[in-house]
């Protein structure tokens, strides 16, 4: 966009130029022509940070693009908009898609509150996400949703089939299996990351916050996996009708072939792409693939 504008300043000054040399034009109208170019340029690039009052609390979400379509992107466990997903926020058609992504509450800029953990703490950021979308008064919306955030958007569709016009999820799962809690009890311990993985999470809320959140989405999940069997969103899953895209990297980590299987063999007409290099957080490795992905999903509605 911005080699755009500067190719159209450029193309208007020579012009401007040559009419003002032969009388043409007053400065009053050159310094209308461009500052309107100027807004408009800023309007369709601009990422805006705002807060509303959800559900009770404080809630922080960006917004920008300003399409017919509109996104909501939701984040992974402890992620917020902008760590999880500032290729999409930034590199998403804005003039097709008005672009919505929050931090649940707990997270990033929605603290405070501090982050507590009921036993369907998932279907509790559903919730959240749902009543900030009613806020905006948007009566259908996609979702985008990664790891935690995929789930949220799976309860989403399947609680509140009316609302959404498509489903993207990623790195997702609709139950817990005794193997997948030996998983997030291996990477428990936030020391034993590797400095990549872990400097966002402690440039965003400090080491003790992180350290100690981190074990308690680890223990929230076994609560999940105690207290109900291991089933996270099974009867949601059920009830989806939207379309539904749903990504899997073959080299992730935490979420095992299994769970997408099940979710593309459980929602019915829904897509299944199998990512052979992709890992956990392929939305950031692949991010320019997986934005193109995304559109030609989305726009399949038009």
């Not at 749902?130 to 919306?141: D, E, G, N, R, T």
């Not at 593309?264 to 290099?277: D, K, R």
């Amino acid at each position: 966009m911005a080699s755009v504008f500067t190719s159209l300043l450029r193309k208007r000054s020579d012009t401007v130029l040559q009419d003002v040399y032969r009388g043409r034009l007053r400065l009053s109208v050159i310094g209308r022509h461009l500052a309107t170019s100027a807004r408009m340029c800023s309007s369709e690039s601009s990422i805006e940070s705002h807060y509303a009052e959800v559900n009770g609390v404080r809630i922080h979400y960006e917004k920008t693009g300003s399409g017919d379509h509109t996104v909501l992107l939701l984040p992974g466990a402890l992620g917020s908009s902008r760590t999880d997903f500032g290729p999409q926020l930034e590199k998403l058609n804005k003039k097709k898609y008005t672009i919505y992504a929050f931090d649940p509450r707990g997270y990033g800029k929605s603290i405070p509150p501090e982050r507590d953990w009921p036993l369907l703490f998932l279907q509790r950021d559903a919730e959240d996400a749902v009543a900030l979308m009613k806020s905006f008064q948007v009566p259908q919306y996609s979702v985008m949703g990664w790891s935690d955030g995929g789930i949220t958007g799976l309860i989403i569709a399947g609680r509140y089939p009316q609302l959404l016009r498509r489903l993207i999820v990623w790195g997702a799962n609709g139950y817990i299996l005794e193997s997948d809690m030996k998983l997030f009890r291996d990477i428990e311990d936030v020391n034993k990351w590797s400095e990549r993985m872990r400097e966002p999470f402690v440039k965003l809320y400090g080491m003790n916050y992180f350290q100690t959140q981190w074990s308690n989405w680890v223990n929230a999940y076994g609560r999940y996996f105690k207290d109900r069997d291991g089933d996270i969103c099974r009867e949601e899953v059920k009830k989806i009708r939207c379309p539904t895209l749903i990504v899997h990297g073959q080299k992730d980590a935490l979420v095992v072939q299994e769970h997408p299987d099940y979710l593309h063999a459980t929602i019915p007409g829904s897509q299944l792409v199998n990512w052979p290099e992709g890992k956990h957080n392929l939305h950031l490795r692949y991010a320019d693939e997986l934005n193109k992905l995304a559109e030609e999903f989305l726009d399949k509605d038009k």
